[in-house]
C-alpha cells in the first residue's frame, strides 16, 4: 500500500473554502493512487472561535483564577483539533469519500506523562492500518495523544506536525505533506521579509536549524522523527498547486553542486525575549543557574565571564526569574521584549568575516547587538524587539538572499 500523510494546518482548515482546497489535495492524492492519511490542526488562529490560543483564553479572563491543572489544560487544548477533525471528516463524507475519524489516542499514539509537552515513545497503528486496508481516509486529529494510563496528552505548540510525521514514520509513508499559508519555506518569514525566496529543496539539518531558532514553518521535532527513518516532507501551500519545500536527508545535487555549497540557508527569529544581566565580582555562576533550574525556567544565550554573567529568557517568566534572583541577593539589569535573530548555514563554518558583516549591516541600520553567540552553523544575535524586523531585513540583504526559487 502507498501512504501518504497529508496535514492542514490552522489556517488551511478554517473556513469551508480552505476546507475544500485542502479536501481536493486529498483527492489528487488518492487519484495517484495513495491511501491517505490526514492530520489536521484546530481551526484558525488566535480569536477565531476555535483555535488553541482561544480555548486557551478562556481561562486568562482573570488574573485571579487559579492556574489550570496541566492535565486539564491538556484536555482543553485537544478539543480544538477534535472539533477540527469531526468538521472535516463530515466534508469528506458529503463529497462520498468512505472516512475514519480518529484521536491521537485512537490513532495509536503513545506518550509519556509530561502534559503540554509530551514526547511520542510509541506509535501503535493498527487501526489506522485496518481502516486504510478498508479503502477508508482516516482523519487524525494532530497535537494529541494519550499515556500509558489513557490521559490525553498534547504535544507541545504546534505540535500537529509532530503527528504527522510520527504517523509517517509508523505507517512507513512515501512521503509527508506539510499544507500550510505559504507556498513552502522561504529564506526568511515573509511576513517579515517581502523578497524572502522560496527554497526548492532543503536538508533536514538545513530546516531543523532553521525551525529550532524560530521558524515556525515546521516544528523542529517533527523534522527530526521525519529524518530517523528518512521519509520525505514536503511543505507546501493549500491554496496552490506549486510543489513547494522538498525536505529530504540530501537533496540530490544541483548543477555544480551548487545546494550543498549553499553558504547561509535563510535567517529566523524569536521574539519575546528577556536578557537578564547580573555584574560585579565573583557573581555564583552555579548558583544562578541552578535556581532558574529549580523554578523550571529554561535559560538561553548564556555568556558567562568573570565579572558579568548574560542570558535569556521568555518574557512569560521574566517576572519570576528576576523575583527570584533578587531573593537570592542579586540586582539583575532586565530588559525585556528582546529578539534573537539568527543567521542559520552549515557553510557558515570557518568562513571569516561573517561576524563583520552581520555587525555593519546592523550597524548601518542603527541597530545595537545586545548580545551575540554562534555555533558551527548559526550566528545569534539579541536585538531590542522593535529592532527584530528591521534587522532580519538587514541581515537578509547582507547575505544576498533574495531572489527566484533555489
Ligand atoms: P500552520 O497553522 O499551517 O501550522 P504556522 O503558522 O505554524 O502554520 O506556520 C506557517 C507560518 O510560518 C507562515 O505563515 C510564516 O509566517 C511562518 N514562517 C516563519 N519562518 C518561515 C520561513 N522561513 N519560511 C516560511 N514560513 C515561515
Ligand atoms: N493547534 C496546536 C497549536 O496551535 C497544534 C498545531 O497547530 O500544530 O499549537
Ligand atoms: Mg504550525
New binding site residues.
Given amino acids: 500500500m502507498k501512504i501518504l500523510v497529508q ?6 482548515v478554517a473556513t469551508p473554502e480552505s476546507r475544500l482546497a485542502a479536501v481536493r489535495h486529498i483527492e489528487r492524492a488518492r487519484e495517484e493512487g495513495y491511501a491517505v492519511v490526514v492530520v489536521v ?1 484546530a481551526m484558525g ?1 488566535k480569536g477565531d472561535p476555535y483555535a488553541t490560543d482561544t480555548l486557551l483564553s478562556l481561562f486568562q479572563v482573570d488574573d485571579a483564577q487559579r492556574p489550570l491543572a496541566a492535565r486539564d489544560r491538556d484536555l482543553l487544548m485537544a478539543c480544538g483539533e477534535t472539533i477540527s477533525a469531526v468538521v472535516f471528516a463530515n466534508m469528506l463524507r458529503n463529497r462520498g469519500h468512505k472516512v475514519q475519524v480518529m484521536t491521537g489516542a485512537q490513532a495509536g499514539i503513545l506518550t509519556n506523562d509530561d502534559f503540554g509537552n509530551a514526547r511520542i515513545l510509541d506509535i501503535r497503528p493498527d487501526r489506522i492500518l485496518t481502516a486504510l486496508g478498508d479503502d477508508q481516509i482516516v482523519v487524525v486529529m494532530g497535537f494529541q495523544g494519550a499515556n500509558e494510563a489513557g490521559e490525553i496528552t498534547t504535544l507541545g505548540r ?1 505540535g ?2 509532530t503527528t504527522a510525521t510520527a504517523l509517517g514514520v509508523a505507517l512507513e509513508a512515501d512521503a509527508v505533506d ?5 507556498s ?8 517579515l521579509v517581502d523578497d ?1 525566496r522560496q527554497l526548492s529543496q532543503v536538508t533536514y539539518t538545513e530546516i531543523c536549524n ?1 525551525a529550532y531558532q ?6 523542529p521535532r517533527a523534522v527530526e522523527i521525519a529524518m530517523q527513518r528518512n521519509i520525505p516532507i514536503r ?1 507546501r501551500s493549500t491554496h496552490s498547486d506549486d510543489p513547494g519545500t522538498l525536505v529530504t536527508q540530501a537533496p540530490p545535487q544541483l548543477e555544480h553542486g551548487a545546494l550543498f555549497d549553499r553558504f547561509v540557508t ?1 535567517i ?2 524569536s521574539a519575546n525575549l528577556t536578557q537578564i544581566r547580573l555584574s560585579g565580582h565573583g557573581i555564583g555562576t552555579s548558583s544562578i543557574f541552578t535556581l532558574m533550574a529549580e523554578h523550571d525556567i529554561s535559560v538561553d544565550f548564556i555568556s558567562v565571564t568573570p565579572f558579568e554573567v548574560a542570558f535569556t529568557v521568555g518574557d512569560d517568566v521574566a517576572e519570576i526569574a528576576t523575583q527570584k534572583l533578587q531573593e537570592l541577593g542579586y540586582t539583575p539589569e532586565v530588559r525585556r521584549g528582546c529578539a534573537k535573530v539568527s543567521v542559520v548555514g552549515a557553510g557558515i563554518m570557518g568562513v571569516p568575516g561573517i561576524m563583520a558583516k552581520i555587525v555593519e549591516a546592523l550597524a548601518v541600520e542603527g541597530i545595537d547587538i545586545l548580545q551575540s553567540a554562534d555555533s558551527h552553523t548559526t550566528i545569534w544575535v539579541l536585538v531590542d524587539g522593535e529592532h527584530m524586523g528591521p534587522a532580519v531585513r538587514a541581515l537578509h540583504r547582507a547575505f544576498q538572499l533574495a531572489g527566484n526559487v533555489a
Fill in positions: 496535514k492542514f494546518g490552522g489556517t488551511s490542526s488562529r504546534g500537529s506536525d506539510i499544507f500550510t499559508d505559504v513552502g519555506i522561504m529564506t526568511a518569514d515573509p511576513r524572502a532553521l524560530g521558524a515556525k514553518v515546521i516544528h511543505v535563510g529566523a527569529h
